[in-house]
């Protein structure tokens, strides 16, 4: 089974704060994406990766940066956290000779105060 | 711009029943379609993928039906139990893209005991 893993379940932060958000897979996924989540307004593509090193912005990169050093890992930065970015966050990976689907890590839930 | 769609924001059936869940896409080039379920604090989960060069697909207990006619696609469930109650939606890929899924807003399922 794929196998997704965010580093915290639960965040809170402060305004202001630099806020690392960690996601790793087990299965040698070449692509990796950050979503964020929101009542009302469903799954945005924050950023993307389809190799190490490799980066590219999705629909709402505005505020967030990202870094891909290993394949197993994609890391999304807040550089300054602010309340609007309290969100549910969500990883997923897919391999490309598997096609599109995703496979989705359990989410990250930040609050930002 | 394109977007993917749901007709009905929630969903209530009885224990034991069949669940139709449907989904409007519009952009005539997605040539991929997946459901997922999202129940309450998780990721949300893969269920079953649909090209666009097949009209049904069955997986267990589920199938899916696209109509590229009318741009449609539907999730059945047979035989719902509580354990499926969850947040399902619709997403598509398509007109060139490979990692750039197209999500829907989500329908809420609700199975009555």
């Known amino acids: 089974d794929v196998k997704v893993t965010q580093s915290s379940r639960y965040l809170v932060k402060r305004t202001g704060e630099k806020v690392f958000l960690e996601c790793v897979q087990d299965?040698?996924?070449?692509?990796m994406f950050w979503y964020r989540q929101d009542p009302g307004l469903g799954l945005r593509l924050i950023y993307f990766s389809y190799d190490v090193k490799m980066k590219e912005k999705g629909d709402i990169p505005e505020g967030y940066s990202v870094s891909r050093e290993k394949k197993e890992r994609f890391s999304l930065i807040l550089e300054s956290a602010s309340t609007n970015q309290t969100s549910m966050y969500l990883c997923?990976?897919?391999?490309?000779?598997?096609?599109?689907?995703?496979?989705f890590g359990p989410g990250t839930r930040l609050l930002v105060l | 711009g394109e977007s993917v769609g749901l007709h009905l924001p929630t969903l209530s059936v009885q224990e034991g029943d069949n669940s139709i869940i449907n989904c409007a896409y519009s952009n005539s080039a997605s040539d991929y379609f997946i459901w997922y379920k999202q129940e309450s604090g998780k990721g949300p989960q893969f269920i079953i993928d649909i090209r666009s060069n097949m009209d049904k697909r069955q997986g267990q207990r589920v199938t899916v039906l696209l109509n590229k006619t009318v741009k449609h696609l539907s999730l059945q469930i047979a035989a719902t139990q509580p354990g499926d109650s969850a947040v399902y939606f619709c997403?598509?890929?398509?007109?060139?893209?490979?990692?750039?899924?197209?999500f829907g807003k989500g329908t809420l399922l609700t199975v009555n005991p």
């Open positions: 997923a990976s897919s391999l490309k000779r598997d096609g599109p689907t995703q496979y």
């Open positions: 299965m040698d996924h070449e692509n």
């Open positions: 997403a598509e890929i398509g007109g060139g893209s490979n990692y750039k899924l197209t």
